[in-house]
């Protein structure tokens, strides 16, 4: 029974499948999709300069280990680790492992010409902060919370513990000194010491010879300093049993009043680096006889790591003299050291500097040089040498939050000749070695050179509009308050702006504040909104062109949810509407015009808010304007008007989603293969609720008969549920997407251990049964304005399928007139992106569809979704950490911009229902050119000897 | 099979009366005399059949679309009801052709328009049989679905509505 349904439909199947894959060709890789690596910002730095490669073993934020090439910046090798267990120490062992510590105690071993993971051992479970330290016998040795763990570099072996037997250990600091470890940290307010064999574990605690209450402290070769209360600098040698004091105050060592100070954890062997409140910083010597100043650096200043250089240690200062230039200075015991020191020329627009990480080499002249490696406030890499900065890298980059993008100004008019001339010869340039290639007669140079040429088309990066709406920018938001603008053809950046205000602003959004439709000479203007649990939040109007900030403004309040309402004052300025803490509404912008507007179409406007810890939505609408007070603005109050209430014991919120406003559909209605219409239900209002069962916190405490995933379809308006549909044995998370009158969400099911998809599209019957004449005449008028207090009878449809790869996100295709069918972009696992058809996710497929139906295009059942190779976007590149996937329409109907986003980026264009509006990129015209005037000529020559013939023949 | 296959050496046309006239008729041979020697009784006669013969010619143009519709019914099955050249072609065939018939109706009888006969019935009978033909090729057409009769084919551009409320939301955790 099954097996010759199975033929049958195997063909069918078949044929949906070509017609779905737009797969594209090796050669076609980077013509119109473009992939950049990043690694997230420095943490950890270790200079690996003494033999082979000159490289620099970075470890960042976003849990990444690399290998950079010290000349140029880029990546040798580098590897992603989980991401939810931050790198807490990285070094170089044996000249040849780089070895990173993860913060659930997972110790790995890098082969430092590839990258290859040579040893790897897990040494604790607990997601606790340690350290890593790389002892004298090349031995590794781990420090976490009063347990020290010594591990052998060559194959990851535990040598030997110690539990310090003090579980409250906490800020530790480590130093060695000959064959003896030494640890201290803050037991409860006092201090606890201990002296390790480095060889046998054996620890000794030591004790004070009073007892120690210090606000800060350092060890540093065997000595221990600390600053106590009373503003005295207490040091003493962690020799024998009981460790003898020696008391300094800090006046009189400084030789100036301090009114408080502090020890910088910066490592200086046989030293610490002190700052105090008046901006100063001391270097500070410690050794058997007590404390001295070695340094005075006047303001604030950046220490790097210490290095050992003839003997003794070296550290750079950085100091920033400008908003242009760095001082470098390198101080060398005692001494400055005077041919180090430099004045570097920055970029203004990276912040100030955060780390420093210093590396010594020989110059070609003998002579000593230094170079140091900064990282920036907006998370950028540069590397310092002799005066200049050699490279940087925009890290910032793979902290993406937000995305906008913007049209590119059009294309002047009034080229000159020469550029006409150069373009022309390019164009037949290239149209002769294309026709070559087709006629196969091209050389392997020559083949190289036409992939070089289609690479490179100097189109592709123009800043002007084109015809098909390919060239925009990408306007991105960065977690490090930078933002970048990305050309599209080639993901080059075109500008760039520091906001230091929003550095430290906790949830940062993009906003269209201004695209102009009427005035096409005018720049967009984005508005990005920063705001921070402290109950600030910080606005700036950023040009999109340029990159120019036109405006700031400080926000006394958090802005909770800000609506981009859909009116637009005279100068094309969209009305914002921000809403606070107190669920007040703060209009902008702040003009009487806009006032009036908003007045007008108050009654209107509603917002909901969702809590995920409360377990409920709260729907409110604008009531009345109130008086701002000494704040100024156009404030407005709110007041609920509904509230949907999930029980809190079955239910938390996992996914909310909504239809994106912009989006463009063509068409409400659904024509079936029986010519039957279906009217697609398209509230814009409508809002996707997922909630799922609250997970027990135990470990495979999820009991399959118990979890439950229950959807919501709920009119965000008036609140009300239009539809409610539970799946049994499911578990979050859950992603979903909200495009016209359907939403595809996913999930995963317990029972069956299986990811499912589930989609549901909603259709208006109200309108149902309506006469063909009535219709003819225009008596019913489907599209009069819609309004959700106007009740209709509503028709939901749903299926579920499996699906063969976790997600990690989910989005859509939108084209500029919604014509188009639709593709799902599915984020893997893998980091990849997979665009599956919609019709693969329509509830109407049946296990044997009716003649009608197939003709319509409705796919035969099948329990699972199929991923086909040809329809992964990304091909063989991985978006590491892949977080969001955003599509854009071209102007040209078929095609879709699609930029995806995580540590990596990737931009590519699909074509759902493939590009059935334009010709292929390598589409030749020459070719054709050359047919119809051969064709021309041909007819021509046989006209005439046609001619001649039959003149022949009658004279016959 | 043969004999046909065989290309004709000359042959003369006894038939092609025209040609008599451009040569003189004999001396003493009258055109007009043999219509004399024939007695009126023999022309009554003649005109008599031949104005059935009139008659009866215009009924069977009458009835010979009626031939034609089993002919076009036939082509309709074996075209199918799915839209591709060859039934588009048979089915606007079907229409065009009684449209036609139907426009040159006046000529189609003038021959057998006299005094005597009548083809006022035969007419309408013509225009009876074409009238079904152009209602099979209608129903041929609808049957392709190339006729605006669904609600579909109406509201198939329809755009979607105005929303009158706004609303948007956020997510807190």
Redo the contacts between chains.
């Keep these: 029974m099954g097996s010759w349904r199975r033929w049958v439909l195997a063909p069918a199947l078949l044929l949906v499948v070509l017609a779905a894959c737009d797969a594209i060709y090796e050669d076609q890789v980077g013509l119109w999709d473009w992939h950049q690596e990043y690694i997230g910002k420095v943490t950890h730095a270790v200079f690996q300069t003494a033999s082979g490669k000159k490289r620099v073993i970075v470890a960042t934020e976003k849990s990444v280990v690399a290998s950079l090439n010290l000349r140029s910046g880029e990546i040798f090798w580098r590897q992603v680790l989980e991401e939810s267990e931050p790198i807490d120490g990285l070094q170089v062992a044996l000249g040849k492992y780089a070895v990173s510590l993860s913060r659930g105690g997972s110790l790995r071993s890098f082969h430092l010409p590839d990258g290859s993971l040579i040893w790897e051992t897990s040494l604790y479970t607990s997601p606790s902060p340690a350290q890593l330290f790389l002892l004298p016998s090349d031995d590794l040795l781990v420090l976490k919370q009063g347990i020290v763990y010594v591990v052998s570099s060559a194959d990851g072996r535990l040598l030997w513990t110690a539990d310090l037997l003090d579980e409250r250990l906490a800020q530790t600091s480590l130093s060695f000194e000959g064959k003896n470890i030494y640890v201290a940290g803050f037991s409860g307010s006092s201090i606890a010491l201990f002296r390790i064999d480095a060889s046998t574990g054996a620890f000794t605690t030591l004790k004070t010879t009073e007892p120690l209450n210090p606000s800060s402290f350092v060890l540093s070769s065997g000595v221990f300093a600390a600053l106590d209360t009373q503003g005295d600098i207490v040091t003493g040698l962690m020799e024998g049993e009981v460790v003898e004091l020696q008391k300094t105050s800090l006046a009189t060592l400084l030789d100036s009043p301090v009114s408080s100070a502090q020890l910088l954890p910066d490592k200086i062997p046989g030293g610490c680096v002190l700052s105090t409140d008046g901006g100063s910083i001391f270097v500070l010597g410690l050794d058997k006889k007590g404390v001295e100043v070695l340094q005075q650096i006047q303001g604030p200043a950046v220490v790097s790591n210490s290095i050992v250089l003839d003997g003794t240690f070296a550290q750079s200062f950085l100091q920033r003299v400008n908003s242009k230039e760095i001082r470098v200075r390198v101080l060398s015991g005692k001494e400055w050291i005077e041919t180090a020191e430099e004045t570097v020329e920055v970029d203004p627009n990276k912040g100030g500097v955060q780390k420093v990480f210093m590396n010594a080499y020989i110059k070609t002249d003998r002579s000593r040089g230094f170079r140091v490696l900064i990282v920036g406030q907006d998370h950028s890499l540069a590397l310092l040498q002799q005066g200049k900065v050699v490279w940087s890298r925009e890290e910032a980059l793979a902290s993406v939050v937000d995305t906008l993008t913007a049209e590119l100004p059009l294309e002047k008019a009034g080229v000159s000749v020469a550029e006409v001339e150069h373009d022309l010869y390019e164009w037949l340039k290239g149209h002769v070695l294309r026709l070559k290639s087709t006629l196969m007669l091209a050389t392997a140079e020559e083949q190289t050179a036409l992939q070089a040429l289609r690479l490179n088309n100097a189109d592709k990066t123009k800043m002007t509009r084109d015809h098909n709406g390919f060239r925009k920018l990408i306007v991105v938001l960065t977690s490090s308050g930078k933002l970048f603008a990305l050309h599209t053809g080639n993901g080059g950046i075109v500008w760039s702006r520091f906001i230091p205000e929003l550095s430290t602003k906790g949830s940062l959004k993009l906003y269209p504040w201004r695209i102009p439709h009427k005035h096409v000479d005018e720049n967009p203007v984005a508005l990005v909104l920063g705001s921070s649990h402290d109950g600030t939040g910080f606005a700036a109007w950023v040009d999109m062109l340029t990159g120019s900030v036109q405006e700031t403004l400080a926000l006394p309040y958090s802005v ?2 800000a ?4 009116l637009v004052d005279s100068s094309e300025r969209r009305l914002h509407l921000l809403i606070d803490d107190q669920n007040k509404a703060h209009l902008y912008p702040t003009s009487d015009e806009s006032l009036s507007l908003f007045e007008k ?1 108050m009654q ?10 409360a377990g409920q ?1 709260e ?1 409110y609408n604008i009531k009345s304007q109130i008086d701002s007070g000494e704040e100024g603005g156009l404030v407005f109050l709110s007041q609920k008007i509904w509230s949907v209430l999930f029980p809190k014991d079955s239910e938390t ?1 996992a996914a ?1 989603t ?1 239809r994106r ?1 912009d989006e463009m ?5 659904k ?2 293969g029986n ?3 279906w009217y ?1 239900y ?4 409508m ?1 996707f609720v997922a909630t799922v069962t609250p997970q027990d916190s135990r470990v495979g405490a999820a009991n399959p008969e118990e979890t439950w995933l229950v959807a919501y379809l709920i009119d ?2 008036t609140g009300q549920i239009l539809h409610r549909v539970s799946h049994a044995h499911a578990q979050g998370p859950v992603h979903a997407v909200f495009s016209e009158n359907w939403v595809v969400y996913c999930y995963f099911n317990v029972r069956n251990h299986r990811h499912e998809m589930s989609v549901l599209e909603v259709y208006d019957k109200s309108a149902d049964g ?1 006469d ?1 004449l009535q ?2 005449l225009g008596r019913y008028n ?8 106007s009740p209709r009878n509503l028709e939901v449809k749903g299926q579920s399928y499996f699906f063969p790869s976790t997600v990690r996100t989910m989005s859509v295709t939108f084209t500029a007139r919604g014509i188009t069918g639709k593709q799902i972009l599915v984020g893997t696992i893998g980091n990849q992106v997979i665009a599956l058809d919609k019709r693969f996710l329509d509830p109407r497929r049946s296990a044997d569809p009716t003649p009608m139906e197939r003709e319509e295009g409705v796919i035969p059942l099948s329990e699972g979704l199929p991923v086909f190779p040809q329809s992964y976007l990304t091909h063989a590149a991985r978006v590491e950490e892949l977080r969001g996937i955003i599509s854009v329409p071209a102007r040209l109907e078929s095609t879709c911009l699609v930029f995806a986003y995580g540590i990596d980026l990737f931009f590519t264009r699909t074509a759902p229902s493939r590009t059935y509006d334009s010709l292929t990129e390598d589409f030749s015209y020459a070719l054709l050119l050359i047919t119809i005037v051969v064709l021309v000529v041909a007819i021509a020559v046989s006209m005439v000897l046609s001619q001649r013939k039959e003149l022949r023949e009658k004279w016959k | 099979m043969e004999r046909g296959s065989k290309a004709r050496k000359w042959a003369i046309d006894f038939g092609d009366g025209t040609s008599s006239r451009e040569v003189a008729d004999p001396p003493g041979y009258s055109r007009g005399a043999s219509s004399e020697i024939e007695d009126a009784s023999a022309a009554r006669q003649k005109e008599k059949v031949e104005a059935s013969w009139k008659q009866q010619k215009a009924w069977e143009i009458a009835q010979a679309p009626f031939r034609n519709l089993f002919m076009m019914g036939f082509m309709m099955w074996m075209a199918g009801n799915t839209v591709h050249l060859f039934s588009i072609g048979i089915t606007f065939s079907a229409l065009w052709q009684p449209i036609s018939a139907l426009q040159g109706i006046g000529k189609v009888f003038e021959p057998y328009k006299d005094a005597r006969t009548d083809v006022l019935m035969p007419k309408l009978l013509f225009i009876a049989m074409n009238l079904v033909a152009l209602g099979m090729g209608l129903w041929k057409l609808n049957s392709l ?1 190339l006729l ?26």
């Design positions: 909770k949810l609506l981009a309402l859909p179409y209107n406007v509603y917002f909901y808010i969702a809590d995920k810890g939505i729907g919120i909310i909504t406003a559909v063509h068409t409400q209605a024509v079936l010519r039957d219409v697609k398209l509230n814009k209002n809002v965000s308006v309506k063909v219709l003819m489907a599209s009069v304005p819609f309004s959700s207090f | 679905g605006p009769t669904h609600a579909s084919d109406w509201v198939s551009s329809l755009p979607p509505p105005q929303m009158v409320e706004f609303s948007g939301g956020v997510l807190s955790s």
